[in-house]
C-alpha cells in the first residue's frame, strides 16, 4: 500500500468515526432531505456505553439531514416510575427511592439507574419533571403523562422542525456531498493515475478551498443557535482543515437544539405509510401487552395516550392491532403461537394469549 493509499484509508476511518453519535439507547433518527420519504435509523443497542448506544449516520451522498426522536422513556405506574433502557428492557423505581441528579446529559435515578438523554438541557427539563411527578398522586402523575404525551405526538410540529432543520442544511449539505465526491472520487483517481505529480496537487488545492468555503457556511448558518453549539468556532477552524469534519458539518446544525424530541410515530407526514404503520403496531404492542397483562386489564398510561392519538389520526384499531391470522393461541405482544393448553407467553413475562376467533 503506497503512502497516498494509507492516506486515503485514514480518511474513511476518520469519517465513519465522525458518522457516529452516543445516543440514548431507545433513540431514533430519521434521514431526509425534505417534507417525504424520510427512513428511519436505530442505534446499536447490544452495545452500552455510558447510558447510550452508537448510531451511524446516513454516511454516503447524496448527503441527508437528520431529526432525532425519543419514545417515552419515563412513565408513571402506581408505586413507582417505568424507566424505559432499551427498546425491550425496562426498569421500575419506586417513588419514594427516586433521587433525581443531573450530570451533564446524564440523568440519575437512583439505585444505581441512569439514562442518557441528547443533551444536558433536556436532562434537566427531565429532573424537573419528574421531581413535580414525584409530588402527585397517581391519578394526577397520569394526567401529567397523557399531557406529555399528547404534545409529543404533536405530527405537525414534528415533521415543520424536521423539514425546517433540512431546508437549513441543505447548502451544507450540497457542499458536503460535493467534497465527498472530490476527496473519495476525483483525487483517488487522480493520484491512483499520475502519482505525486502536480495535477494532484492542483486537486488537492481545489479540496482545501471547498473546506475554506464550508467553515463560512458552517459559521453563517450557525449565528442564530451558536449556543447550542460546544466550542462553535473551534469546529469552524477543525473544518477548514480536517475533512472529516467538513463533510459532517451540517450535523452540528441538524442535531444541536434545544427543543424536546418528539415521538417517532409524530413523524407520520414524514414516512411512508407502511413503515410508520409497522412502528405504530410494535408502539402499540409494547405499550398495551406489558407483562402479566390479561384481557381485563385497564390501559396503561402509555396506550391511552397511543389510542387517543390514533382516533384523532383516523386509524383504524384493525390497522395498529391486526388480529393473528391463526387457528392456534396468540401472544399479542411478541406475535408467537402456541399449543392448544397454553393460557400465557413465558417470553413476554406472563401476557395472557389471545384465543383464535371461533
Known amino acids: 500500500m503506497t503512502d497516498g493509499q494509507t492516506l486515503l484509508a485514514v480518511f474513511v476511518l476518520l469519517y465513519l468515526m465522525e458518522c457516529l453519535r452516543l445516543v440514548p439507547a431507545t433513540a431514533w433518527m430519521a434521514a431526509g432531505t425534505g417534507n417525504k420519504g424520510w427512513s428511519t435509523l436505530r442505534p446499536w443497542m447490544k452495545l452500552q456505553l455510558g447510558g447510550g448506544s452508537p448510531l451511524l449516520l446516513s454516511p454516503l451522498p447524496p448527503m441527508r439531514a437528520h431529526a432525532l426522536a425519543l419514545p417515552w422513556i419515563f412513565a408513571p405506574d402506581h408505586d413507582s416510575l417505568r424507566v424505559r433502557l432499551t427498546d425491550s428492557v425496562s426498569t421500575y423505581v419506586p417513588w419514594e427511592q427516586l433521587a433525581l441528579r443531573v450530570e451533564e446529559n446524564l440523568l440519575h435515578l437512583g439505585t444505581g439507574c441512569r439514562v442518557r438523554l441528547p443533551s444536558a438541557a433536556l436532562a434537566e427539563v427531565w429532573r424537573q419533571r419528574l421531581a413535580e411527578w414525584q409530588g402527585l398522586k397517581p391519578e394526577q402523575r397520569r394526567k401529567a403523562f397523557l399531557k406529555h404525551a399528547r404534545a409529543s405526538l404533536d405530527v405537525k410540529s414534528a415533521s415543520q422542525s424536521a423539514a425546517a ?26 493520484y491512483h493515475r499520475f502519482g505525486d505529480s502536480l495535477p494532484v496537487l492542483a486537486a488537492a488545492g481545489v479540496l482545501l478551498l471547498l473546506q475554506f468555503i464550508q467553515s463560512w457556511l458552517f459559521l453563517r448558518n450557525t449565528r442564530k443557535n451558536a449556543a447550542l453549539i460546544p466550542h462553535r468556532r473551534w469546529r469552524a477552524l477543525g473544518i477548514v482543515f480536517l475533512p472529516q469534519l467538513t463533510m459532517r458539518a451540517f450535523d452540528s ?33 409494547e405499550s398495551r401487552y406489558t407483562p402479566g397483562w390479561s384481557e381485563n386489564a385497564p390501559l396503561t398510561p402509555e396506550a391511552e395516550a397511543l389510542r387517543s392519538f390514533f382516533q384523532s389520526e383516523g386509524v383504524a384499531e384493525t390497522d395498529y392491532d391486526p388480529p393473528a391470522e391463526t387457528k392456534l393461541p396468540t401472544c399479542p405482544r411478541c406475535r408467537a403461537e402456541y399449543q392448544s393448553g397454553v393460557t400465557s407467553c413465558a417470553d413476554c413475562g406472563g401476557v395472557e394469549l389471545r384465543q383464535p376467533a371461533t
Open 165 to 190: 432543520s433540512a431546508g437549513q442544511s441543505r447548502a451544507l449539505r450540497l457542499l458536503a456531498t460535493t467534497h465527498f465526491m472530490w476527496c473519495f472520487g476525483v483525487l483517488s483517481v487522480l
Open 253 to 285: 446544525v441538524n442535531l444541536s437544539t434545544d427543543a424536546e424530541p418528539p415521538h417517532p410515530l409524530a413523524w407520520r407526514s414524514l414516512l411512508d405509510e407502511k413503515p410508520w404503520l409497522e412502528h405504530a403496531r410494535q408502539f402499540w404492542r
